[in-house]
């Protein structure tokens, strides 16, 4: 009898395992993005451990739905695990988990195409984190067998009051980083001119006096000599020759 309920089981503890890691996954994403570790975790590590949450939380739901294909007593086919509403078993609780199923398909891929998508598209996409958590958890409360157990029933509660306690945070948060702080401005304190040097006047050298030179006294020239012109002579008569006698004195000058 264990052998065939081998699957069966297989299948209730890999979607037990998976709906844990998904919350984990869930959880600490909003730690991260909230700060709520913050100066005690390294953000870098945060997010390399909510990465690998949520590929765990894929293999798992991969075992889980393989599983159920392999198990005999429910007889699930590819229709039923990939369509909702195609199970005859619990159609509705069964519709929610394959919903979960594309949810969590999508989330992951878009994560590992992160850097060839935009920041909003990858946004988008992985807001449906949320509605996944919501999903899941519906899914597993009524689908299985386990949906009474007192310790899957309380796990649920608990740690969707985390989730919804953190999500709330994270909008105000948004809120508050979206609204235009109007703080008083506060007066500008004006830096202290430094004292400017007065300038002293520069003193001007007291110049040599200048010595008085004395006037250069000009030599009295000599005076001009008059030059009077040139008497001609008057023009000579006609020369009269008078022949005096030899025996006559010369009469000297004194």
């Known amino acids: 009898m264990i052998a065939t309920q081998l699957w069966w089981y297989v299948a209730r503890s890999g979607g037990l395992v998976s709906w844990v890691l998904l919350s984990a996954s869930v959880l600490w994403g909003l730690a991260l993005s909230t700060k709520s570790f913050r100066g005690t975790i390294r953000p870098n590590w945060m997010l390399d451990l909510h990465r690998f949450l949520g590929g765990a939380a894929v293999i798992f739901t991969a075992v889980h739905v393989g599983a159920l294909l392999l198990d005999k007593n429910v007889k699930f ?10 199970s005859t078993w ?3 609780a069964v519709a929610w988990g394959v919903v979960g199923f594309y949810l969590l398909l999508a989330v992951e891929l878009t994560s590992l195409a992160r850097k060839q998508l935009s920041k909003r598209v990858w946004r988008a996409v992985h807001f ?3 509605p996944l958590f919501v999903v899941a958890t519906i899914h597993g409360l009524t689908a299985g067998t386990d949906g009474s157990n007192r310790l899957v029933t309380g796990a649920a509660i608990s740690v969707t009051t985390a989730v919804v306690g953190l999500t709330v945070r994270r909008i105000l948060q948004a809120r508050r980083a979206d609204e235009p702080t109007q703080k008083p401005a506060r007066p500008v304190r004006q830096q202290p001119q430094p004292a400017r040097q007065q300038v002293q006047p520069v003193r001007q050298q007291p110049q040599p ?11 009295p020239q000599p005076a001009r000599r008059r030059v009077e012109p040139l008497r001609q002579p008057a ?3 006609p020369s009269i020759r008078v022949n005096l006698p030899a025996d006559l004195p010369r009469r000297t000058r004194p």
């Open 209 to 219: 006096a200048r010595q008085q030179v004395p006037p250069v006294r000009q030599q």
């Open 128 to 130: 449906a984190s949320f």
């Open 235 to 237: 023009e000579a008569g």
């Open 77 to 86: 086919g590819p229709s039923e695990v990939l369509v909702p509403f195609a």
């Open 90 to 92: 619990h159609p509705a």
